[in-house]
């Protein structure tokens, strides 16, 4: 494989941040913009965005790359963010959309135990955008970099690239659509967030999620029958520039990678 170089070192913070450690870099993975916990303890998955191979990595706390795992047939247009269900089946999202444009939104669902599987896709389309792209640059929300699963469907979180201040939330089932099918992503609410939402995660308990933005990660309260109208905390992360990748070791510590190398412990206080 044929991997882009790493472009940047990733620098020092000048002040050290409460529960948060760096723990290693990511030399050998151009841009990590996923992140999901791997097949061992103290593992994790994760990728490269656009431009890079269709591969999965799985990496250490260290950020060293323990193997590669190529996804048959698949392509690399946009990846952005990754998922795991409850059966263990990992989801790539296939849905960067910088520009706004694409028809060609996708999602991988791939299975581990079946590494030589051609994964199936599923095809979408949001159901509630008419303009490709819309003609107010204020309008640009349609590009998505954070997604969960959840009981069966797959919940997108918009990265608002017009204002920067709204994040839409749109939710897909799970399964496997045809090119000339795709699934309507339903528009079911938003969040009132200032920053770009670059990944998502829930915890293990399901009480709360977790939205990675610019130097900072908004934890919201949430029930089983809704993920809207909860309490809004906002935890700093000053200097934590181009973080991309997001996933909850346990109910209280998440780790953290950037598009730049970095690889962060978070670690949250006992409430």
Same mark, same amino acid.
């Given at each position: 494989m044929n991997h882009k170089k790493q472009r940047a070192k990733v620098a020092a913070l000048a002040e050290p941040i409460d529960g948060l450690t760096c723990t290693g870099y990511l030399r050998d993975v151009d841009e990590s913009s996923g992140l999901a916990l791997g097949p061992e303890p103290g593992t994790f *998955?994760?990728?490269? #965005?656009? &431009?890079?191979?269709? +591969?999965?990595?799985?990496?250490?706390?260290?950020?060293?790359?323990? %193997?590669?795992?190529?996804?048959?047939?698949?392509?690399n247009e946009d990846w952005e963010a990754l998922t795991t269900d409850d059966r263990g089946r990992? *989801?790539?999202?296939?849905?960067? !959309? !910088?520009?706004?444009?694409?028809?060609?939104?996708?999602?991988?669902?791939?299975?581990?135990?079946?590494? !030589?599987? +051609?994964?199936?896709?599923?095809?979408?389309?949001?159901?509630?955008?008419?303009?490709?792209?819309?003609?107010?640059? #204020? #309008? *640009?929300?349609?590009?998505?970099?954070?997604?969960?699963? %959840?009981? /069966?469907?797959?919940?997108?979180?918009?990265r608002d690239r017009g204002r920067s201040r709204t994040c839409r939330i749109h939710r897909l089932p799970d399964r496997p659509t045809p090119p000339d099918q795709p699934a309507l992503a339903e528009y079911i609410g938003e969040y009132d967030l200032p920053g770009q939402v670059t990944d998502a995660a829930l915890a293990p308990d399901g009480h709360t999620l977790a939205l990675l933005s610019k130097e900072q990660v908004f934890f919201i309260s949430i029930t089983p #029958?809704?993920?809207?109208? &909860?309490? +809004?905390? +906002?935890?700093?992360?000053?200097?934590?520039?181009?973080?991309? /990748?997001?996933?909850?070791?346990?109910?209280?510590?998440?780790?953290?990678?950037? $598009?730049? /190398? &970095?690889? *962060? %412990?978070? $670690?949250?206080?006992a409430e």
């Open positions: *998955y994760t990728h490269g #965005d656009h &431009g890079n191979d269709p +591969v999965l990595f799985v990496i250490n706390w260290q950020g060293e790359v323990l %193997r590669e795992v190529d996804i048959p047939t698949a392509r990992i *989801y790539i999202g296939d849905f960067g !959309n !910088n520009g706004q444009q694409r028809r060609d939104l996708s999602i991988y669902p791939f299975d581990p135990a079946q590494p !030589n599987a +051609v994964p199936p896709q599923i095809h979408f389309a949001y159901a509630d955008q008419a303009e490709f792209p819309p003609r107010r640059h #204020d #309008d *640009y929300n349609w590009d998505c970099e954070a997604m969960v699963w %959840r009981d /069966g469907h797959l919940y997108l979180f918009s #029958d809704s993920l809207l109208d &909860g309490e +809004v905390r +906002v935890y700093p992360l000053p200097g934590v520039t181009h973080a991309e /990748g997001l996933v909850y070791v346990d109910d209280h510590t998440l780790a953290i990678t950037t $598009e730049r /190398g &970095g690889m *962060y %412990r978070l $670690e949250l206080p």
